[in-house]
C-alpha cells in the first residue's frame, strides 16, 4: 500500500509539473495580443478563485484560524510569483523566465541560513553556487546582458516569492491542527485576487483582446481557449494536484519533480513559440536546476535527541 501511494504520489507530481509547465506557452499568445501581463495574473487568479470558491467555502474556519497564513500565501505565493513570473515572461524567453524563477529553492536555503540562522550544510552551498553561475550564463553576462535586464531582474523578484512559498508551505505542517492545504490554496487564491484587482486594474483591460485570437506559433488559437487552460489546467488542476503529490511524498521529493516544469515549458517554447535558447543558456538553465536539486535536497533534517528514540508512528522530518 504504502509503494503504490508513493507511485501514485510521483505520477501526479509529473502531472502538475506538466500542467504548470503549459502555462507560460498558453499566457504569452495572449500577452503578445494586447493584454497586459498583470492583467493576464488576475485573469488567471480570479478564474481559480472562482472554481475553488467551494474548497473556500468549505475550509471557511481557516480564516478564523490562520489569517496570517491565508494572507501570506496568498500575498506573495499566489499574487507575487504569478505577477513577477509574468511580467518577466514578457520580455524574456519563457525557458528563462522559468529557470530564474527555480533560483526559489537556492534563495530558501539563504533564509534558512541567515534569518533563521540554521546550519546548512556544504552541500547545500555548493548547490546555491552551482545555481548562480548558471544563473550567469543564462542571462550571458560575457555579452553585455543581451537579455532584458529588467527582464531578469522580475524573474529573480518571482524566485523570491517562490521561496516564501515554502516558508508559508511549511508553516504548522506537523502540528496536530495543520490547516488543511486545500483550504489553504482555495482562500489564498481569492487573498491573491483581492491583492491583484488592487494592482491591475482590471476594470483597465482590453476585454476585446479574449474575444478575438491569439497567434502560437504559426497558428491562430481563440484568446478564451488559451485562457481557459490557464485557469483550469495550468493553474487550479496544477495547484490541486501537485498538493496531493506533496502529501503522497514528500515535499522534498514533490519539489524535485517540480524542477521538470522548467524543461517541459523549455520544449513547449520551442516547439509552439518557436523560441531559440543558445547553447550557453541551455547549459546554464541545467546549472540552475542542478544547483537547485542541491541546494533543496540538502537541506539538514531536524536534529532528534540521543536519549529520545523515535516512536515507529512519527512520519519523517519533511523540509521546505
Not at 108 to 120: A, D
Request: with cysteine; glycine share 10%; aromatic share 8%.
Amino acid at each position: 500500500m504504502q509503494a503504490s501511494g508513493k507511485n501514485a504520489g510521483l505520477g501526479l507530481a509529473l502531472v502538475s509539473a506538466c500542467a504548470f509547465g503549459g502555462s507560460g506557452v498558453a499566457a504569452k499568445p495572449l500577452i503578445e495580443a494586447g493584454l497586459d501581463p498583470l492583467h493576464m495574473v488576475w485573469l488567471r487568479v480570479a478564474g481559480a478563485a472562482l472554481v475553488l470558491s467551494p474548497l473556500a467555502w468549505r475550509h471557511r474556519a481557516l480564516v478564523r484560524r490562520k489569517p496570517l497564513l491565508l494572507a501570506g500565501f496568498g500575498l506573495v505565493a499566489v499574487a507575487g510569483v504569478q505577477a513577477f513570473y509574468f511580467a518577466s515572461l514578457s520580455r524574456i524567453p519563457v525557458g528563462v523566465a522559468l529557470l530564474l524563477e527555480y533560483l526559489g529553492p537556492a534563495l530558501l536555503l539563504g533564509y534558512i541560513r541567515f534569518v533563521q540562522r540554521k546550519p546548512v550544510t556544504r552541500a547545500a552551498a555548493a548547490g546555491a553556487a552551482v545555481a548562480v553561475v548558471g544563473l550567469a550564463c543564462v542571462v550571458e553576462i560575457w555579452a553585455g546582458l543581451r537579455l532584458d535586464l529588467f527582464g531578469v531582474l522580475l524573474g529573480l523578484a518571482a524566485a523570491c516569492c517562490q521561496a516564501f512559498y515554502f516558508v508559508f508551505a511549511d508553516q504548522g505542517a506537523d502540528a496536530e491542527d495543520a490547516p488543511d492545504p486545500l483550504g489553504v490554496i482555495a482562500h489564498g487564491m481569492i487573498v491573491g485576487t483581492l491583492v491583484m484587482t488592487v494592482i491591475a486594474r482590471p476594470w483597465q483591460m482590453d476585454w476585446q483582446v479574449l474575444g478575438g485570437d491569439a497567434a502560437m506559433g504559426d497558428l491562430r488559437v481563440p484568446a478564451l481557449a488559451l485562457l481557459g487552460w490557464v485557469v483550469l489546467v495550468a493553474t487550479v488542476f496544477a495547484y490541486l494536484t501537485g498538493v496531493v503529490s506533496v502529501r503522497k511524498l514528500s515535499p522534498q521529493v514533490a519539489g524535485v519533480v517540480a524542477c521538470l516544469e522548467a524543461v517541459v515549458a523549455t520544449v513547449l517554447a520551442w516547439v509552439l513559440l518557436g523560441e531559440q535558447l543558445s547553447g550557453p543558456q541551455v547549459l546554464g538553465g541545467a546549472l540552475v536546476l542542478g544547483g537547485a536539486f542541491i541546494a533543496q535536497s540538502s537541506r539538514p533534517a531536524p536534529a532528534v535527541a540521543v536519549d529520545a528514540p523515535l516512536p515507529v508512528q512519527d512520519r519523517e522530518p519533511t523540509s521546505a
